[in-house]
């Protein structure tokens, strides 16, 4: 099946810090990825979507200043999260699909991001 | 609005039984996917199954099986003889139309005591 990597798996970092959160597509060419957050013991939380080439899509609630969206790559996406506060401590999840439409979402394993 | 809801927060269970999972989904459009994921204690979100509008067609899968029901707008999920390894959290998940978006509903914390 589709393979998706996060790195890093787990950070902490201080308050006010910068942190880069990559997701891969190993073994297929992923033409839309989206970010998800999910707090602990809550659901899955569409955070943006973002296709390769483009401006990512922001769910509204989400500050696109501050969860910076890049995907430069149909492999490679990567979210940044800009003077992280211990308020964005979360374990984010990306996913990609392949196609279009209704086309099956593959997770990569997640981030748990700890904001000291 | 689409809406998924898996009215079931938590449920245990003894190994070796058979549990179902409910999920339930309002939309109004006609073309639609509903999707199971589970998502174990190390937080990685496992695919289980994906069912479009048009086919409902019950679905098996060794012990898993899926029930798709449009007159009822359900998709239940039953695990027949549970195993312990089954332990984790199963989402529900809905899609629809041109919205590239999966809405997922709040999950099921299934627990299989030994």
């Known amino acids: 099946g589709a393979v998706v990597s996060q790195h890093p798996s787990r950070v902490i970092c201080k308050s006010g810090t910068s942190v880069k959160i990559e997701c891969r597509s190993l073994?297929?060419?992923?033409?839309?990825m989206f970010w998800y957050r999910q707090f602990p013991k809550q659901s899955l939380m569409l955070m943006a979507t973002?296709?390769?080439?483009?401006?990512?899509?922001?769910e509204q609630g989400v500050e696109k200043d501050k969860f910076l969206i890049n995907h430069a790559s149909l492999t490679l996406s990567t979210l940044t999260v800009t003077s992280a506060h211990p308020e964005d401590s979360s374990f984010y999840i990306c996913?990609?699909?392949?196609?279009?439409?209704?086309?099956?979402?593959?997770f990569g394993p997640g981030t748990r991001l700890l904001v000291l | 609005a689409q809406k998924v809801t898996q009215a079931q927060t938590e449920i245990s269970v003894v190994e070796k039984e058979d549990v179902t999972l409910d999920c339930v989904y309002e939309?109004?459009?006609?073309?639609?996917?509903l999707f199971w994921y589970k998502q174990p204690p190390s937080g990685e979100l496992v695919f289980l199954i994906r069912?479009?509008?048009?086919?409902?067609q019950n679905e098996i899968s060794g012990r898993y099986s899926w029930n798709f029901q449009k007159s009822t707008s359900s998709f239940n999920f039953t695990i027949t003889a549970s195993q312990v390894v089954d332990s984790a959290v199963y989402f529900c998940?809905?899609?629809?139309?041109?919205?590239?978006?999966?809405?997922f509903g709040k999950g099921t914390r299934l627990h299989i005591l030994p």
């Open positions: 069912r479009n509008s048009f086919d409902e």
């Open positions: 939309t109004r459009d006609t073309t639609y996917y």
């Open positions: 998940a809905f899609g629809a139309g041109r919205d590239d978006k999966i809405i």
């Open positions: 996913s990609a699909r392949q196609g279009f439409g209704q086309e099956t979402q593959y």
């Open positions: 973002s296709n390769e080439g483009s401006k990512a899509t922001y």
């Open positions: 073994d297929f060419q992923a033409t839309t």
